[in-house]
């Protein structure tokens, strides 16, 4: 790519740098990059996770361009529009990826990226053992984490792990999005609902409902909610089992940024019901 002309730095992303890069024909493309890249592989995870949603789960995704250990470079997709009957769209679209890639098992081929951390994904038999392993304690070695959780806190989420098939329905492993929050929803070039940033492994579709909904989706999100919540049969209870899932997106958050926006205060309060009573 050495025929970049002009380059217009994006907003909303965390982990990486990115941008919408003009080449010398006046085409566009979308450029990623990290200021040090955590690994050799992360862009051609991505690169596979982007192909993955697309041809196992139907999920519009941007073409790669080039995926490299510096680089990755994807075709423009538009904003999403401000539009309920667009989020309407993204739930049958979600629902459809659910409901259509179930697996045996909890994992996925190769580890991956959340952000600048890989994202281990060991096969496990088991939903409950995979969420707690390796979406949950697998942060407690990270040094932000360690500075932040005291030790009560690391005893109430191993007590709350310990709990999950209590806490959580046993439900099948899907393909899952892995980081679907607002800003990782765009539109096709059409304004038909896009997702880009995945970290893919097949896992409870809740993981992706649970980013979304404590993501702070904004107010035409709502219609999403009610018509995913229709398309796949959710019971009643599925926002009180919000808050346990999105603990691994907070220990994600405070293990990458020196501002953890409110996270270790959420975790706390999930938490409390498995502090050591004295």
């Known amino acids: 790519m050495r025929d970049i002309v002009l380059i217009e730095p994006a907003t909303g992303g965390l982990a990486a740098v990115a941008g919408t890069a003009t080449r010398r024909d006046e085409s566009s493309v979308f450029a990623k990059a990290f200021a040090e890249p955590p690994d050799d592989d992360v862009f051609a995870a991505e690169a596979e996770g982007l192909a993955a949603l697309s041809e ?88 932000r984490v360690e500075a932040v959780l005291d030790a009560g806190d690391r005893v109430a989420l191993e007590r709350l792990c310990h709990r999950l098939p209590d806490l959580l329905p046993d439900r099948p492993a899907c393909l899952t999005h892995g980081d679907l929050w607002a800003q990782n929803v765009l539109a096709t070039p059409d304004g038909r609902p896009a997702l880009i940033d995945p970290a893919v492994s097949y896992m409870w579709a809740e993981l992706d409902l649970a980013h979304l909904w404590s993501a702070s989706p904004p107010p035409e999100a ?10 796949t049969a959710l019971d009643g209870d599925w926002r009180a089992r919000m808050p346990i899932i999105q603990l691994r997106q907070h220990l994600a958050v405070i293990a990458q940024f020196d501002d953890d926006w409110g996270a270790a205060d959420r975790i706390r309060a999930v938490l409390a019901p498995f502090r050591t009573r004295t």
């Open 56 to 143: 196992l789960g139907g999920v519009a995704t941007p073409e790669v361009i080039l995926a490299n250990r510096e680089l990755l470079v994807l075709a423009v997709l538009r904003p999403r529009p401000r539009s309920e009957i667009f989020w309407e769209q993204l739930a049958h679209t979600l629902a459809r990826l659910h409901l259509s890639t179930t697996h045996p098992r909890f994992g996925w081929h190769r580890d991956n990226w959340l952000g600048r951390r890989r994202q281990a994904n060991t096969w496990e038999d088991d939903g409950f053992t995979f969420f707690a392993q390796h979406r949950l304690l697998r942060w407690l070695v990270e040094p």
């Open 222 to 231: 709502q219609r999403f909610f009610d018509t995913y919540a229709e398309l």
